[in-house]
């Protein structure tokens, strides 16, 4: 960190960050620097009411909506002034690790009273409010599905139905709301950007030999479940040329998707992880093959071009094993980028710092990701010891952290004295 402040620098409070994330991690922290704290839990709770005490305390106003998201707002412009979200999730694993999650919340709470220290000993005024998130569910370890508070927060989840999912016991998210008291009525707008910061959790950065890195895409998938019909006889009576071999089209189709992966360099992921075979009998020419196909890539078009080529290639393997297909299911989750303003935002905020910042994709989720499809996003990531992540060694150093915190604190200043189009959010948005 350097010693004097440079223009746009709010300089944050390392020791108080430490202090921050020892005192989340006393709620489902074990001696061996596990964490269990899933979703909606008892040690949920009390770290929820922990987080509550320091909102109040540092001049927060707390609001949970009805999914339980719980938010602490600091006021510092007027009330139709932008609102930046920042934050994460505190609800881990199954003994998980302490910072997947929590990190990005605590450096949330230091970077926005880091800012609001250096605005008001400047005497000068915020464009804009921010918004401290802590989102219900984001691990889907007790409910499933993941990201569910963030999802019903932009819409893309009903608030019924995600109330109703039960956990392995068949206890309700509404039950188990209303047992912590954080089955909330408060209504929080969609904020106009939000900024993540979160454990790298691979290998990436300490390959690199760097510290901080963007994630500027997310990966989408394409599923499709795929039927192969042929038609059931004995493998020995029957003529080579007669046969109608559902299971020979499967074939042919899984080495097809192989050579589409490879057409795309390593942007492209494809997958059969899983094969139903009818009547699935040693000495019987199968009738039906069903073909469970993933298509994962960071890039929207490629997902397209990959869809348009399987397509083709299901045509020609039904032809070629005298088969007809059809297509049971089909289910996407699109691919796109973060948000190109604010990813500059935190380029230029690493490079006053004398850090590079590494691009790097995420393929599994993150809340930011849901929320990328109603407002501008980004996740800025801190490097993770061995990549590890989802378990006790999970480890960022106390310097990574306040690296990864100074970065986002710096952000955020900018964005309070500059307004939003510091970060050409309205571009980023189109
Ligand atoms: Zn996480």
Known sequence: MPDVPTPFSAPINAERLQSLMEAVSTFGGGPDGSMTRLTLSREDGMARDWLGRWFAENGFEQAVDAIGNQFGKMTLAGANAPVVMVGSHIDSQPNGGRFDGALGVVAACEAVVSVTERLKAEDRLSACNFQIVNWTNEEGARFQPSLLGSSVFTGAADLEWALDRTDGDGISVRQSLEEIGYAGKDKVEIPDALIELHIEGDTT????????????????????????????????????????????????????????????????????????????????????????????????????????????????????????????????????????????????????????????????????????????????????????????????????????????????YKIACEGLQAAEVSEAAE
Not at 211 to 225: D, E, L, N, S, V
């Open 205 to 412: 950065l300490s390959r690199a030999g760097e510290r901080f890195g963007i994630f500027t895409r997310f990966w989408g998938a394409t599923k499709y479940r795929l039927a192969f019909l042929g038609r059931q006889a004995h493998t020995g009576a029957t003529p080579m040329a007669d046969r109608k071999d559902a299971l020979l089209a499967a074939a042919y189709l899984m080495a097809d998707l192989k050579q589409i992966s490879t057409e795309h360099g390593l942007d492209l992921h494809t997958s059969v992880g899983r094969l139903e075979v009818y009547p699935n009998s040693p000495n019987v020419v199968p009738a039906e093959a069903v073909l469970f196909i993933e298509l994962r890539s960071g890039s929207p078009e490629i997902l397209a071009e990959a869809e348009r080529k399987i397509k083709i290639k299901i045509d020609e393997a039904a032809l070629k094993a005298g088969v007809t297909s059809e297509v049971r299911s089909i289910d996407r989750r699109k691919a796109g980028p973060f948000a190109p303003g604010l990813i500059a935002l935190a380029e230029n905020a690493a490079a006053r710092l004398g850090q590079t910042a590494r691009r790097l994709d995420t393929i599994g989720g993150h809340d930011a990701v849901a929320v990328s499809d109603v407002c501008p996003a980004v996740v800025l990531a801190v490097r993770s010891r061995d990549g590890v992540i989802h378990h006790p060694t999970e480890y960022t150093s106390p310097e990574d952290q306040a690296l990864g915190t100074q970065i986002l604190a710096d952000m955020l």
